[in-house]
């Protein structure tokens, strides 16, 4: 390596498929000379994203479009923060978003086995098939979601209690030469990981007491008190016979509307959730989408009525 070139920074998305994305590229880019660190990127750094990493060398993963990335790969829809970054962007043999691809890291292998010729080893190959699980809710349960402790839905789960990002940059770090199996195993993440299954068993246990209204396949639930835990799959585990769950969550900032399509019961006559959610100020995806109304009372009332605009789609 040329020792005046500068140390590559890999930002990448801090959750499982992220983290994967990362750890992959730093060991494709090893035969290029390259011995790159690894750093999750935050929400707030989109707030002054043009002067981002301003000075240094980086690349990003699984995470929003910079003109100045060296490498960039990413599956979001929403990657593009503006019009003018959409129109920076051209597929090349540094960049390359797939918004069809389910996760990031299988797309990252294949772009490195055809323009590095790398060769991605299989631990890699695994880790990319849990990521597409992973990021797309393809699990085969809702028991799977919830409860599998395969070594990666235990990395998974581990994540959602990550003391600090610090420690996610060490998970990060070890995968890049270190088996899913491996990590898995190591007593910190066994230690998070138990305390964020203490913290499911809790959020599963908080669910009921939530729900407002079951009807027609839909759920309507009102977890917007703070002291509420919250686990996504929650809905669908206490009520596997509902295709919808729509419910109001808080945020850091006020009250989301979230909504999502049972993975393990999918209607045949669904609604498209993200377009939808448009008409309320919000976006998303086919299966999952959400909104942030200006109060707690207009969530409420919102988030009812896109559940009521549910059931009558579904019962009509
Ligand atoms: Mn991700």
Redesign the pocket.
């Known amino acids: 390596m040329d020792p005046k070139k500068q140390q590559l920074r890999i930002r990448y998305?801090?959750?499982?498929?992220?983290m994967v994305?990362g750890a992959v590229l730093a060991h494709a880019l090893r035969k290029e000379g390259e011995n790159p660190i690894l750093l999750s990127v935050n929400y707030d750094e989109r707030k002054n994203w043009d002067s981002f990493e301003a000075g240094k060398r980086f690349a990003i993963v699984?995470?929003h479009f910079h003109p100045r990335a060296e490498y960039w790969f990413d599956h979001?829809p929403t990657t593009f923060l503006t019009d003018e970054l959409r129109a920076a962007y051209s597929p090349s043999d540094r960049w390359l978003w797939d918004e069809t691809a389910p996760?990031?890291p299988p797309l990252i292998i294949k772009h490195c086995e055809e323009h590095l010729g790398y060769e991605a080893p299989e631990r890699f190959q695994d880790a990319a098939r849990w990521s597409d699980i992973i990021?797309a809710a393809r699990f085969e349960s809702v028991d799977q979601a919830v409860f599998g402790d395969d070594p990666a839905l235990r990395l998974m789960r581990a994540l959602t209690a990550s003391p600090n990002p610090a420690w996610v940059d060490k998970l990060a770090t070890a995968l890049v030469t270190e088996s899913l199996r491996d990590v898995a195993l190591r007593s910190d993440v066994e230690k998070v990981y138990d305390r964020a299954s203490r913290n499911r068993d809790k959020a599963l246990e908080q669910f009921p007491p939530t729900v407002v209204w079951i009807e027609g396949g839909v759920v309507f639930f009102d977890a917007s008190s703070s002291k509420v835990r919250r686990e996504r799959f929650a809905p669908f585990y206490h009520h596997p016979e509902i295709s919808y769950a729509v419910g109001v969550i808080p945020t850091r900032a006020g009250f989301h509307i979230t909504c999502g399509e049972n993975p393990w019961n999918k209607p045949t006559n669904g609604v498209h959730v993200g377009e939808m959610m448009e008409e309320y100020g919000g976006g998303g995806h086919r299966a999952v989408g959400g909104a942030n109304p200006p109060s707690l009372e207009k969530a409420l009332e919102l988030g009812e009525e896109f559940a009521e605009r549910i059931v009558e789609h579904l019962t009509r």
């Open positions: 998305h801090r959750d499982f498929d992220g994305s699984d995470f979001h996760s990031c990021d």
